[in-house]
Structures are given as C-alpha cells and as structure tokens.
C-alpha cells in the first residue's frame, strides 16, 4: 500500500490488512506475514476485545467528562489498532513510557480502567504504580518521556539481562507526530543509536498536534527521521492491527537480542478531538473525517475474523456485555475518586524529609484544625527540627 | 548508615587518613568513594571520561570504573538530565554533570518538569535519585555563561534538594550524601574555589548531616553574616577585617538553599541583632530574599536593623572585565555591616 501526505508522495506503507479487512500478500512482506499469521484466532479476538473496551472507555471517559466528572480527556479514537496491535507484541518483562493517549495500550497491560482516569479527574498526577505494570504513568510535556524510556534501556543494557528474543528486555516508548518536533525526542534518538539502546520508537502519526496538522511539523515522511539517526525505520498502516502488531514485535525482538533501537511510524488518523477542550471544526473538513471512518481499526479486525469465520454473533455479544459492565464500573469508580484530604498535597514531595515542606504542612494543618499559630515560623521551626 | 571507616576498609584494608586536597580533588575523591561503595553509582557528562571533565573533577574515574559507568554523552544536556531519569528507574544512581552553570538551561524542563516531580506523580512509587553536578559562580575570568549562579531557579522547585559545598571537607562529604539521597540534588560547586585547599578527614562519617544543617563557620556576637558556596570565603574575610575594627561577626555556612535551615540563622541572629546576606546571584529575588523575610518575621523584636543583602545585580552576569565590581567583595559587605551598624 501506499498513501499520500501532503506533497502527494509516494511513502512505502506496510499493509497486511486491507481496509475491507483481507489479507494483503504484498511481494516482500513474508516475513511480516509470517508473524502476522502465527496469531491464532483466540489471539485475533483478544485484540478486537481490547479495541473494542477501549473504544469503550473512550466513549465513557468523555461523557464523563461532559457531565463535569473528569477535568479533561484526551481520546485515543481511531488509534486502537495502533496501540492495542503494539501492545500485544510486549512481553511482561518490557517497559513502556506512553505519552497520554495510550489508553489502548494501558488496556492491554492491565492498568486499571479507574486508575487510567485519575489524572483525567484531577484526583492524582499519575495514577498506578509504574512498576506494577512496567507501564510508566502519562507524561504531559511532549516527548520528555522518550529521554526517559532511552534512559532505562541504557540501565537494562547495564543490568546484563539476556540478549534474547524472547527472554530480554525491550524499552517502548509512545509519542506523536507533533512530538518529532522536540528536541527531547531527536535527543533521545541521539542517546538511543549512539548506545545501541534497547528502545522502540513508536510515532503514532495522527496527522494532527491539536490543530497542526502534520506539514507543520514537516517536510519529509516521518519514518525518515529514524532512518536519518541510524536505526531501523518502518513505516506501517497505523489502522492495521496484523501490520503495527508485526513490525512491532520485529522490533522489540531486535531490542531484546542487544541489536539496538527502532523506529515504527504508524500511520493513523486521530477520529476523535485532541481532546475535550479541542473544536475540531475550526481547523479541519468533515470529508477528511469521514474519509477516516470508512477506515476504521475495529471494522477492518472485524471483518477479517467474520470472514475468517472466527468471529460469532455470541463473541460479540460477550465482548459487548464486557464493555456495559466496564462502563458501569467506570462511571462509579471515578465519581468515587476525590483525591485524598487536602493534606495529602504534602506528601510524597520528596522522598526524605525536607524542612520547608514539614513547616509548612505542620502549620497548615493547624490552621485546618481552626487553630493557627500566632507564630508561624516557630511551628515551622519546630517542624524543621523535628524533619532533621 | 556506613562511615567512610568502614567503606575504606573494605577497599583497602585500612583507614584512608587525612589528606590536604582541593575542593575540586575533593569532589573527586567524594565520587570515587560512592562509586567503591554502590556499583549503581554512575557519572554522566561531556568530556568527563579521558579527559577527566573540564576542571578535571572525574579525573581518572573512567580508567577505574571503565565506560559503562564514566560515560561521555552526547553533547545535549536535556538529554543528560532526561536519560538520568530513566537510569534512576531502573535504579541505577546517575550523577550528571553539567559543564558549566550557564549550560543547564536546555536541561531546565527536564530537572524541573521531570526530574522535581517523577515521585509526587507517582505518589512516591517511583525514586529518582538523581544529582546533577554544577560548577557555579564566577570569579575565573570566563565569557559568557561560564559565570552564573543560577540556583534560587531551582531552589523554588518542590521536588529538589539544592546545596553547595563551600569546603574540600563538606565537598567530599556531601557529594557522597547526595549521592546516597533518594532525593534529585542539585549540587552547586563553587568553581572559582576549585583550586583552594583545605584538609579532608577522608573516613568521615557520611550520613545525611551535610544536606539540610547549616554551620556556624565563626562564630561572633555583633552582626551575622549568612552565605554559601563560594561566598563563605568572602564572609570569612570580611569577619577578619571587622575584627580589626572592634566589632565581631559571627559567620554561617548555609550549605543548602533547600532546605534552608533557617533555625540555624535565626538562632544566630536573636543574639546579633544583625543580619546581612552574601551570594553571587542576583539579590532581586534570590536566596537572600528569602532568608530576610525569614529571618524578619522571626527575630522582628531582636533586630537592631533591617536585614540587608549583597550579591549581584540585576543585570546579565557582567564581562569578565568587570566582574570583580559586580562579585560581592569584601569591600561591599563592609558597607553593608555598616549600613547595619548606622541604624
């Protein structure tokens, strides 16, 4: 497949699934296919199950945040193939630093549904523990989170762990095409070549950075920049979950053996706003948008699975009874979320006990229990003491 | 808690004495001993493999400790700071080092969005133990951004510990407490005393002492003198010169700017009644603010005069030319005590 951007070049896609959902065999993808068809139709219906709840959740979390329950949401509608596909190519032992989109991502490592929607509530800044999942929680500042990914390749290449296919360990790392502009993310791909990291460069390219859309960012097809670096760069058909699910696990198998860094483009299109505060309708057409419906990550799985006869009605029922209940529970958890008390602000600040933080605290909690001190800095002075 | 006895011990079999070294050798000895000590301390930077770093800080720790933990980065310092942050979560202890003050600033979102924040985000799941060396100040007669003293920028960031050793002693020792802290450290060397000399108890205890307590370097009965890093020195000197005239000053190293201990000045200043800050940085909302509003609402009654500040002005550090007007200099204190004295 090929597909155009906005100088009308020809950029060489990698296409395993039509969007009517049948198997491309394209002369020079075997090995792709290969891996594409060593999932077996369970597997092919864990990724539609995932697409679809997240999906789901999307459609939960910005009502939600209609009714006033969640500060924002950024959804990740039309990306589902792009992150659940990637996703599956992950092994427990990796570790991925998403940016704040990645809600199919999360879906698959199996970061809690209420949890994924902390931040979104203003309840927490992050949300779960990074290491329970080896799933960083979300970063905001674009591309900052790419440093770190780099980061802990380097440390997993320090700890000696095997160089495996199956039994290493591989960094991921998600991010946008508006972040290729940033400088933490050329800087990452710096540190990544020159240490030969074990790290996954994965750009979702939905065309738009809020309102930008992707020829302000550039000029030349985005997979290139990889190249330009030093590593491994593909580009795939983002809305194709065989293909993303293929290229990635080439990837982080390439990672897991000590052979270095990649970078995948997947090519997609952002269905939904940028987020809840976003009016799409000032900036792009409704034909485009449509134009993208018709290309839709969950019809395409769906249609190869029915026409592969692996898809019934009682499966999708099933899928759609998971989702009512993953909905039930959504809205009750996160009307649940309120934050912790006021005090809470105070902890976790720093790691050990620091003066500032314990005096302030010490009198804030004072002036909350109706009796403020008439000398401040002499509790704070007391606190600070007490902190050493 | 170990003490440098015992780490000594188990690397050489005997204790390592004292040593009159330099602050900057100090600093070196400092890292060599928590390196010895954790093998998941490591040094990040330009130039500090071969070549032993610019002022030659890490000078032979690659030939010791090999490449995996010497590493020469790639000349970006975001990304110094950025993959620190990764290391750390793998943990591993980076200790970065910025070449030169003015060289931060591309670092500045990581070490403040990034570096300051990562365990409040995770609600203390995650630690990021992380320093970031910084040689800070001016005085050497550099060009532009090789000067600057650039630390209340980060000491108004919840999240990171900022102090800055003002002797080869407290160097040695509190590089090696911040690299044992949990906690980011933002670690300020004075640059322009690099070279000064000093005697170093190399089987120090190392504790976590150094990175919160001020010291009393002096001590004096007439006027308080509150400084740090390279401006102790200056505060030092000028204690020498009042003593000449008849009035005594007492002299207190801050060590750190965050945490500042203010119950160290405070309780100097009680018994003073007059305070007067030093540092290089621009006194316009720099750590002296601070330290007056502190110190005034707390010692309001015991203040024989308004809390006064030297330290640089309100401008870009100056030309090397003219740096010397623009340091607080001995000179400048003076005037300030007796601006003290006049009220």
């Known amino acids: 497949m090929t597909t155009t951007n906005g100088s009308n070049e020809a950029i060489p896609t990698l296409q395993l699934l039509d969007p009517e959902g049948r198997r491309v065999t394209t002369r020079g993808t075997k090995g792709y296919r290969d891996r594409a068809a060593a999932l077996t139709a369970e597997d092919l219906r864990g990724m539609y199950r995932d697409m679809v709840l997240t999906r789901r959740f999307d459609d939960e979390a910005t009502s939600l945040q209609r009714q006033g329950e969640l500060a924002l949401y950024a959804p990740s509608r039309g990306q589902e193939a792009a992150q659940v596909g990637s996703a599956y190519a992950l092994r427990p032992q990796d570790f991925v630093f998403p940016s704040y989109r990645e809600h199919g991502v999360l879906q698959v490592r199996g970061v809690d549904t209420v949890d994924r929607l902390r931040f979104f509530r203003g309840s927490d800044h992050g949300g779960w523990n990074p290491n329970e999942h080896n799933a960083q929680v979300y970063t905001v500042v674009i591309g900052a989170h790419t440093l770190h990914a780099v980061g802990y390749a380097m440390g997993v290449q320090r700890d000696g762990t095997p160089h495996d296919a199956t039994d290493g360990t591989a960094v991921i790392t998600y991010f946008g095409d508006g972040a290729t502009s940033q400088g933490d993310v050329n800087e990452a791909m710096v540190y990544a070549t020159v240490n030969q990291a074990p790290v996954v460069f994965f750009l979702q390219n939905n065309q738009w950075a809020i309102s930008e859309p992707t020829t302000r960012q550039t000029r030349t097809p985005l997979y290139r920049r990889g190249e330009a670096f030093g590593m491994p760069s593909l580009r795939v058909d983002g809305n194709d979950v065989l293909a993303v699910y293929a290229a990635t696990q080439e990837a982080m198998e390439r990672a897991r053996r000590g052979e270095g860094p990649s970078f995948i483009e997947a090519f997609t299109y952002r269905m939904g706003a940028h987020t809840t505060s976003d009016d799409p309708t000032r900036y792009r057409t409704t034909d485009q948008e449509e134009v993208w419906r018709r290309r839709d990550p969950i019809d395409r799985l769906a249609a190869l699975l029915r026409a592969e006869k692996e898809l019934d009605d009682d499966y999708v029922a099933e899928v759609q009874q998971s989702a009512d209940e993953l909905g039930v529970r959504l809205r009750a958890g996160v009307r649940a979320l309120d934050g912790g008390a006021p005090v809470s602000t105070f902890e976790d600040v720093y790691a050990t006990p620091h003066g500032v933080v314990a005096s302030e605290r010490a009198w804030y909690e004072a002036y909350e229990a109706g009796d403020p001190p008439a000398d401040q800095y002499a509790i704070a002075e007391t606190a600070q003491g007490g902190a050493r | ?343």
Not at chain 2, 85 to 94: I, Q, S, T
Not at chain 2, 168 to 184: R, S
Request: charged letters at 20%.
């Open chain 2, 1 to 343: 808690m170990t003490t440098m006895a015992e780490r000594t011990q188990t690397t050489s079999g005997a204790p390592a004495g004292t040593r009159t070294l330099t602050l900057g050798k100090a600093v070196n000895e400092g890292l060599r001993a928590a390196m010895r000590h954790d093998d998941k301390v490591m040094l990040m930077g330009e130039d500090i493999g071969p070549l032993g770093g610019v002022f030659r800080v890490t000078d032979g720790l690659q030939a010791e400790f090999g490449e995996e933990r010497v590493v020469d980065t790639p000349l970006a310092e975001s990304g110094i700071v950025g993959t620190a942050v990764g290391l750390a979560m793998r943990g591993y202890r980076p200790v970065c080092e910025i070449q030169f003050d003015g060289f931060v600033f591309p670092a500045f979102n990581q070490i403040t969005t990034q570096l300051a924040k990562m365990h409040n985000r995770t609600r203390g799941a995650v630690q990021v133990p992380v320093v970031v060396r910084i040689p800070y100040g001016g005085g050497i007669g550099a060009v532009e951004h090789h000067s600057e003293s650039p630390e209340a920028l980060f000491a108004h960031t919840a999240g990171l510990r900022v102090v800055s050793p003002s002797t080869p002693q407290d160097a040695y020792t509190m590089i090696q407490e911040a690299i044992a802290c949990p906690d980011p450290v933002l670690f300020f060397e004075p640059k322009g005393r690099y070279w000064a000399k000093g005697e170093v108890d190399l089987d120090a205890e190392v504790g976590s002492s150094t990175l919160d307590a001020a010291r009393v370097v002096r001590a004096g009965t007439d006027v308080t003198l509150v400084a740090y890093g390279p401006s102790v020195e200056t505060a030092l000197k000028t204690a020498d010169a009042l003593a000449q005239e008849g009035r005594s000053a007492e002299v207190v190293d801050l060590r750190a700017v965050s945490p500042m201990d203010t119950a160290t000045v405070v309780t100097s200043v009680r018994r003073t009644g007059r305070c007067v800050v030093i540092h290089e940085a621009p006194v316009f909302f720099g750590a002296g603010a601070e330290i007056a509003a502190r110190v005034t609402e707390e010692c309001f009654y015991a203040l024989e005069a308004p809390v006064l500040r030297v330290g640089g002005f309100h401008t870009p550090y100056p030309v090397a030319k003219h740096e010397h007007d623009y340091l607080p200099s001995v000179d400048r204190v003076l005037d300030a005590v007796d601006r003290a004295f006049a009220h």
